[in-house]
DNA sequence: GAAACAAATGTTATATTATAACATAATTTA
DNA sequence: TAAATTATGTTATAATATAACATTTGTTTC
């Protein structure tokens, strides 16, 4: 389960997050970017491209999914959030800026994810890397089950 | 880099031991099934459904999407192929039934796919699920990059 | 061996996810 | 301000996957 007690205030502590990120490597945080990087950020849970197109609609009747595949790419890339390749899904990345490699514990019953980092993972990715001399670049680590809220 | 030397041999072999886990388990390892799991093991790449059913359709011309979808449920189901999320593709297991987790170093530049498995990755997925009271069901680890052998 | 049932496959249609390609608008740079 | 770059608009379509129902094949029971 998410720590998030307020939700306005950890949304809004989030963008200011992005902005600051985006002032200081000089990248666009266009109105677009703003909206739908907000429209993912209304939960903990993750979105799906085209609901996520939906929602956008309706403040933005022309969106196509261009509009939301190009915003995507442009919030992965910089780290504002991930995509779920086991889901074909995207969520808010819960510390931007602050981590190379993180993975993920996906609840199947309440859809929350869990969004994890530690030493151990990456030391486990660098030596496995470096034994098999290996130069990664990218790391999908999602683990789908049930939560510590759901088990019971 | 794979460590095959023989590929027909390669294929023999894992064909028999498919066949020989389907005898232990009673499950049917059908003509279809047979086909697909050859035409996936044709090389230790991997392939994508579509690109599937089109080698499909070579044999069984009247095959249609349905038909290679099924036939990796089962295949994944079992244990004998898995799929690569980051890809959107089918790969054969190296070592059907000797495995729980493992993980997949993805070189970008041949599209070669070593499948590892690591007593580490086990421990630190036990660990960090058991440290979150999470009941894991399936694990996604994927490393893309590149290989030894492009490296240079 | 025929009836009843289950499992696998056939078939049609469509849902879901994502990108190519080119046009226009907005912003930055020279 | 012209030229170049970046972002967005727009149309069309590609790529991936499943639902739903029909038929066939295999298995079990009588």
Redesign the interface.
Request: charged content about 25%; aromatic content about 8%; some cysteine.
């Given at each position: 389960m998410s720590t998030c007690k307020n939700h306005k205030t950890c949304v809004n502590e989030t963008l200011k997050k992005v902005e600051t990120i985006c002032k200081q490597k000089e990248l666009k945080l266009t109105k677009l970017r703003q909206r739908v990087l907000k429209l993912i950020w209304k939960s903990h849970s993750y979105v799906k491209a085209y609901d996520l197109l939906e929602e956008l609609k309706q403040i933005d009747p022309a969106a196509k999914p261009p509009t939301i595949y190009r915003t995507l790419d442009f919030l992965i890339e910089n780290g504002f959030i991930h995509k779920i390749?086991?889901l074909n899904a995207y969520i808010g990345c819960a510390h931007p800026n602050e981590h190379k490699e993180c993975?993920f514990?996906i609840?199947?019953k309440c859809q929350n994810i869990?969004e994890?980092c530690?030493e151990?993972?990456d030391k486990?990715?660098t030596?496995?890397?470096v034994k098999?001399?290996?130069?990664?670049?990218?790391?999908?680590?999602?683990?789908?089950?049930?939560?510590?809220e759901c088990?019971n």
């Amino acid at each position: 389960m998410s720590t998030c007690k307020n939700h306005k205030t950890c949304v809004n502590e989030t963008l200011k997050k992005v902005e600051t990120i985006c002032k200081q490597k000089e990248l666009k945080l266009t109105k677009l970017r703003q909206r739908v990087l907000k429209l993912i950020w209304k939960s903990h849970s993750y979105v799906k491209a085209y609901d996520l197109l939906e929602e956008l609609k309706q403040i933005d009747p022309a969106a196509k999914p261009p509009t939301i595949y190009r915003t995507l790419d442009f919030l992965i890339e910089n780290g504002f959030i991930h995509k779920i390749q086991s889901l074909n899904a995207y969520i808010g990345c819960a510390h931007p800026n602050e981590h190379k490699e993180c993975y993920f514990l996906i609840c199947k019953k309440c859809q929350n994810i869990e969004e994890c980092c530690s030493e151990k993972i990456d030391k486990v990715v660098t030596s496995t890397t470096v034994k098999n001399n290996f130069k990664p670049n990218q790391v999908t680590f999602e683990i789908s089950g049930v939560c510590q809220e759901c088990i019971n």
